[in-house]
């Protein structure tokens, strides 16, 4: 966009020479909206541990909660000076889904993440896609995140996922277990149900919605991207081949905006 200002992301950093670029889900949905809308942006990467801090020093407004009740902050969060708010300050907008509408209101070339008429649409599959296949994958991904992590967030990971999963992370899906077969049954399912959906479309639509990418793209595409980075063996080994090639073929397509 000419004359554009640079609009900061807020993203979880990872471990040098491990991961180059956006790794967390979330994030990446936020890292493909802005480079599908062709905005320049710039990454301030944080560890956990410094995500709340920020987020309350920077004045970003969150809708979650703790269990305790009190305020969670999480990324995404974009920083917008390129449409300040009354006060003069740049826009802050928390949530990716947020984001993504954020840009179509305020960016609406080169294309809509949501088309006229789309959205509910879209809010459908990114709820089926998230449960179908983020959710099935998060017992396996809770301890091989800890590889790519920098020492700064290695505790904060640990604490909280254990306490989300009631257990060690090394007793969470051990490699080779009932659990581990299982996840990966189930999960394999969840992909060849989304595949079939697709196909619905023909041949010649790629994408969800038709033969133009949406939002929902995106998000599937976000998906494919952390276990690509998280767990690249399992990759290899099993997704990439699953569905005839689906899934290899959506996130090699996707790399001009990752």
Known sequence: MPNSKVITLYDISSREGRVTG?????????????????????IVWLEYPEIEPTMQRIGVITTYTKRDG????????????NHPTPDGKPTI???????????DEKYPEPGLLFPKGSKSLQS???????KTILVSIRPILATRVMDILNDGSLEYWRVTRE?????????????????????????????????????K??????????????????????????IY????????????????????????????WL
């Not at 009190?70 to 000076?81: A, G």
């Not at 907008?93 to 840009?103: P, R, V």
């Not at 041949?203 to 990418?213: E, K, S």
């Open 22 to 42: 956006s790794w967390n889900a979330m994030s990446l949905k936020t890292r493909l909206s802005l480079n599908f809308k062709k905005l320049p942006f710039q």
């Open 70 to 81: 009190s305020p969670f902050y999480t990324v995404p969060v974009i920083m917008d000076p």
């Open 93 to 103: 907008i928390a949530d990716s889904w947020k984001i993504a509408e954020y840009l």
């Open 124 to 130: 459908v599959f990114h709820d089926y896609a998230t």
């Open 163 to 199: 306490a989300y999963f009631g257990a060690k992370l090394e007793e969470i899906c051990p490699k080779g277990s009932e659990k581990w077969n299982d996840t990966w049954e189930t999960l394999q399912k969840g992909f060849s149900e989304i595949a079939a959906h697709l196909e």
């Open 201 to 226: 479309n023909g041949p010649d639509h790629d994408f969800v919605i038709g033969t133009q990418a949406t939002f929902a793209d995106l998000v599937l595409m976000s998906m494919l991207q952390i």
């Open 229 to 256: 980075l998280v767990i690249p063996d399992e990759w290899e080994e099993r997704i990439q081949h699953w569905d005839n090639g689906t899934w290899k073929k959506i996130r090699e397509g996707s790399a001009a």
